[in-house]
Structure formats: structure tokens, C-alpha cells
């Protein structure tokens, strides 16, 4: 069986290291917001170029800290893509805003910057971009957007770590920026973890109050604030595994190119890259067919594993009951069409080849 993610193969490739990061901890006798949570945080902002980063719990904190500290709550709008992960529209829904959902491109899966404008109102304070499955956003239009009506804009990095867009990192593509380091993320923890970068000073000084009970001197509290701080015990591994970042998003592209290269079906369609090479991380290799189902049986019965992400759109969702009858026609398309091929660091070439012929061989009748 070819895995879809072979996450104990990633990270013991990191044995060593990890043992001994852990063991450092454990005897430094300092186990929140330590040395190792402040020399990561150092890496972590001159790795995306940015002026600051700040450790926090998880990525959905990271979002929902953001948005807090920018003081977006009730009354007020967030424009958001309609196919994202659900965590990016929870973090807005957590501060009282409304989400104000709009469509993607069909070729990119990113928010389309054409659709933008018309979702603008005198409510809406931000707009929050999400480079996803590891493709960055077409930033450029959404930065004029943001400008001319004078909106934050946040960028969700889940699954974006270290693409590039015109010589930039993400997470410094705009205001403030979330990343996740769930383990199944290009950076992955063995825990939950995120980080929040930003190049702004104000906002850095109060994220670094809130999500320590609204802290900055031990017993004094200035806001009513959160406990999301990064793991002490997560961040020599973070920081082990940040040096091999780029290296394994190499790795990921390598894959991709071949997948690109050599999958021919007329009833796969494959993902385009819109803002040149680096601009994709390959988070996840995501086809789309009409015949999901028995696509997905076909790879199985071949012995390679597929996911789908993702299966529901957030506006189908019962935490979303007030929008269920509501119609995203794009998004739901690509809800019901997605499939994710295996794409890791660590994955084999014989493997690359196999999910390949296993691919080309997918015949409808
Ligand atoms: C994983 C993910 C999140 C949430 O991150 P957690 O660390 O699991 O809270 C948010 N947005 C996107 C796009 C994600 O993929």
C-alpha cells in the first residue's frame, strides 16, 4: 500500500535530534515560553522575512488572535474564500464578525480577486486570503483591493509554508499572517502548534500580551485575554525541521513536476500553477474527476491511499445551519470533485511512478 502520508517516516528521518531537543528542554527546567519557544520565534521571522513571529497553541489561535487584536468582532464584515478549511471561517465567527464567503477560481482554488470587490461593504474590515494546498494567493489585485478600500489583510499559511509570491515568503503578503504546525503540515509539529508573524510593532506587542491571559507583566492584565502559547517541547523540533523546509518543498515540487509531466486521463484534471515555481508548497496534489468514487476505489483496489480535501463546503456544514440553503456553485463543484494524490518528502520515486500508471490506467467504462 502507498500511504497518502507517511508522517512517522518524516519525522524519524529527525530521531536524533528531536531526543536531544526534548532532553534540552527537559533539563533547562523552563517549560513555558522558554529559550527554545524565543529562538524559534527569531528563526521563524527571518525564515518568512518578516519582523516578527510569535509562537501561539495552533494555527486556528493564531487566526482567531489576529482578528482579536485588530478589534474585528461584532458588526463587522470579513471577507473569506467559500472553499477554505473551516477553521479559517470559525476564527472570524469565534470574534463575533461575519464571514462574507467568496467564490475561488476554478483553476486555482484560491480566492478569485475579480469577485472581491462586489462583497465589499462599509462593514467589512479585512480581507482574509488562504494559500491553499500550498499554492499562494494572487496577491497583487487583492493588495490594490485592500488598499483603495483601506482593509487588513490577513493571510491563513496552513498550508503555505515557504511559497514565495514575487520574492516574498508568505506570512509577509500582508498585515498579520496564521500558520499551523499540525503535524500533516509542510512544518509539523508532533502536537499542536502555529505562529502568527507580522511586521507590525503594535500589533506584535499586544498579540504577545493576548495570548498570554492578556499579559505582558506577570499578575497585571490589560486585556481579558487567551492561554495559547506555542509548547515549549515543540519548538526544538520546529526548529530541527525548519532547517529542512525548503529542502523537502523541493522534494514535494519534484513530485508535482512529474505527476504534471506525466499523468495523462481525460478524466483527471490537474492543478494549475498560476504565479510561477516557487509559488507552490504542494501542501496537497489535488485532481479533480467526475468520477470521484470510483476513482478513489480504483486507486485503493491498486493499493494507493487518496484523501479528499476536502468533502463538505464550509456553507453545507451544520455548524453553518443559517447557510446551508445558500448556493456557492464553484465551491461546491470543487467540494464534490477533489481528490488528493500522495505527495510527501518522503516518499519514493517507485512510488511517484506507480500512483502515476495506477493514474493513467483509471478508465470510466
Ligand atoms: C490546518 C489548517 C488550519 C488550522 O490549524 P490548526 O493548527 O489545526 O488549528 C487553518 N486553516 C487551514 C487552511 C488549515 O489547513
Redesign the pocket.
Known amino acids: 500500500m502507498i500511504p497518502f502520508l507517511d508522517l512517522k517516516k518524516i519525522n524519524l528521518r529527525h530521531e536524533e535530534a528531536i531526543i536531544e531537543g526534548m532532553r534540552k528542554v527537559l533539563h533547562s527546567g523552563w517549560y513555558i515560553l522558554g529559550k527554545e519557544v524565543e529562538q524559534f520565534e527569531y528563526e521563524f521571522a527571518e525564515y518568512c522575512g518578516t519582523e516578527y513571529a510569535l509562537g501561539v497553541a495552533?494555527?486556528?489561535?493564531a487566526?482567531e488572535l489576529i482578528i482579536r487584536a485588530y478589534n474585528i468582532g461584532e458588526g463587522d464584515e470579513v471577507i473569506v474564500p467559500s472553499n477554505?478549511?473551516i477553521?479559517?471561517i470559525l476564527s472570524i465567527s469565534a470574534n463575533g464578525a461575519t464571514p462574507i464567503l467568496v467564490e475561488p477560481d476554478l483553476l486555482t482554488y484560491n480566492i478569485d480577486p475579480k469577485k472581491i470587490e462586489a462583497s465589499i461593504t462599509h462593514r467589512t474590515k479585512a480581507i482574509l486570503v488562504?494559500h491553499?494546498y500550498g499554492q499562494t494567493c494572487n496577491m497583487d489585485p487583492i493588495t490594490m483591493i485592500a488598499e483603495k478600500y483601506n482593509l487588513k489583510i490577513i493571510e491563513?499559511c496552513?498550508?503555505s509554508h515557504g511559497a514565495i509570491y514575487k520574492n516574498k515568503r508568505v506570512g509577509n503578503l500582508g498585515d498579520a499572517a496564521?500558520f499551523?504546525?499540525?503535524p500533516g503540515?509542510n512544518l509539523g509539529a508532533l502536537g499542536?502548534?502555529?505562529a502568527i508573524t507580522t511586521n507590525d510593532a503594535t500589533l506584535y506587542n499586544n498579540l504577545k500580551a493576548l495570548r498570554n491571559y492578556g499579559s505582558h507583566k506577570k499578575y497585571e492584565n490589560i486585556y481579558k485575554g487567551y492561554n495559547s502559547r506555542l509548547d515549549e517541547f515543540q519548538a526544538p523540533i520546529l526548529r530541527e525541521k525548519l532547517k529542512f523546509l525548503d529542502s523537502d518543498n523541493e522534494y514535494r515540487a519534484g513530485i508535482a513536476q512529474y505527476y504534471l509531466e506525466n499523468i495523462k486521463n481525460e478524466d483527471i484534471i490537474l492543478p494549475v500553477i498560476e504565479n510561477g515555481d516557487p509559488s507552490h508548497v504542494w501542501h496537497v496534489f489535488v485532481i479533480r474527476t467526475l468520477y470521484r468514487n470510483e476513482f478513489i476505489e480504483h486507486m485503493l483496489d491498486n493499493g494507493v491511499q487518496t484523501m479528499i480535501h476536502y468533502p463538505i463546503p464550509p456553507h453545507k456544514q451544520e455548524a453553518y445551519k443559517e447557510w446551508n440553503d445558500r448556493s456557492y456553485p464553484i465551491s461546491e463543484k470543487i467540494h464534490s470533485e477533489v481528490v488528493s494524490l500522495p505527495i510527501s518528502p518522503v516518499m519514493d520515486h517507485t512510488d511517484v511512478l506507480r500512483v502515476v500508471e495506477v493514474v493513467n490506467e483509471f478508465r470510466t467504462c
Open positions: 495552533n494555527g486556528l489561535d487566526l477554505t478549511y477553521a479559517t488562504v491553499l491563513d496552513a498550508q496564521a499551523s504546525f499540525y503540515k499542536d502548534a502555529g
